[in-house]
């Protein structure tokens, strides 16, 4: 049982760490390309699933290729984009 709450914690850490190496160079990215304004913001997956309701389809504002949802993060509106996998409704 102690072997499954470190292998958690271990990949909660790991993923902390990607996150904040991640959003590092993003940012590095977006001032070398001298923009001022950077529309682009990372959040947690547990920001998105709350903001979401966990995906709820009531949260949905369009449909396409990819699930637009509408939420609140930080008391600001976000729209997120999760991608749909389609294939499993085309036809061969």
Known sequence: MLGLYKRKNKNKEEEIHFQ???SLMLEELIASS???YNP???FTSHQILQ???NFDWNYITSEDRFLWYRGTIQNKP???KKYQDCSL???P
């Open 78 to 80: 976000v729209v997120i």
């Open 20 to 22: 904040k190496n991640e």
């Open 34 to 36: 001298g923009e001022i």
């Open 89 to 91: 409704f085309d036809s």
């Open 51 to 53: 903001a979401t309701n």
């Open 40 to 42: 682009i913001r990372t």
